[in-house]
T-cell receptor, first 114, second 113 residues
Framework: EADIYQTPRYLVIGTGKKITLECSQT?????MYWYQQDPGMELHLIHY???????EKGDLSSESTVSRIRTEHFPLTLESARPSHTSQYLC?????????????FGDGTRLSIL | GENVEQHPSTLSVQEGDSAVIKCTYS??????FPWYKQELGKGPQLIIDIRSNVGEKKDQRIAVTLNKTAKHFSLHITETQPEDSAVYFCAASIGTGGFKTIFGAGTRLFVKA
């Protein structure tokens, strides 16, 4: 049963369009993450957030931006999509400020830029 | 920098056999080691985890062992079934409440019926 939701699941769109990938979680988790993953391959962290109004860049450079205005919502935006942005984007969240906890992943958005 | 090496990248076993996936981490400050299973079209899902104060943990057909001295940990799946076929990721988390979770590159497990 998913407590973290990503929309859309699939998106095929032309070059130059502005795209927003949505991610919402109902668990009240402070920490949220965005990963880029070619299906079944390595996970690359591109953004994360400690909580509301906190956003940080991850290990993999990305032209996307994120915002965290509400605890449950962590959207990712591409201002001008390019074919190199074609990939799968996974959102995750984790709880607890005091100890490491597992990450809960959404089922991803598969993005294709033509 | 910190990294987690995972082997093998692909593993094929006969149904009923055991499967073992091994990971090595570099940062001795790592204290939490989750394992995730990713099925086709889904996000990774936690299947078992272990903390650095424990050497072994078991949950039905799945077990994880941790050797802190050697900085490696392993996933053991016994009596494999076709539904165990998936990509498995190990990870190592550093510090308390920190963000540094390093994932391995994944192992694609095929269980042949």
């Amino acid at each position: 049963e998913a407590d973290i939701y990503q929309t859309p699941r699939y998106l095929v769109i032309g070059t130059g369009k502005k795209i927003t990938l949505e991610c919402s979680q109902t668990m009240g988790h402070d920490k949220m993450y965005w990963y880029q993953q070619d299906p079944g391959m390595e996970l690359h962290l591109i953004h994360y957030s400690y909580g509301v109004n906190s956003t940080e860049k991850g290990d993999l450079s990305s032209e996307s931006t994120v915002s965290r205005i509400r605890t449950e919502h962590f959207p990712l935006t591409l201002e001008s999509a390019r074919p190199s942005h074609t990939s799968q984007y996974l959102c995750a969240s984790s709880g607890s400020r005091s100890s490491n906890q597992p990450q809960h992943f959404g089922d991803g958005t598969r993005l294709s830029i033509l | 920098g910190e990294n987690v090496e995972q082997h093998p990248s692909t593993l094929s076993v006969q149904e009923g056999d055991s499967a073992v996936i091994k990971c090595t981490y570099s940062d001795s400050a790592s204290n939490y080691f989750p394992w995730y299973k990713q099925e086709l079209g889904k996000g990774p899902q936690l299947i078992i985890d272990i903390r650095s104060n424990v050497g072994e943990k078991k949950d039905q057909r799945i077990a994880v062992t941790l050797n802190k001295t050697a900085k490696h940990f392993s996933l053991h799946i016994t009596e494999t079934q076709p539904e165990d076929s998936a990509v498995y990721f190990c990870a190592a988390s550093i510090g308390t409440g920190g963000f540094k979770t390093i994932f391995g590159a994944g192992t694609r497990l095929f269980v042949k019926a």
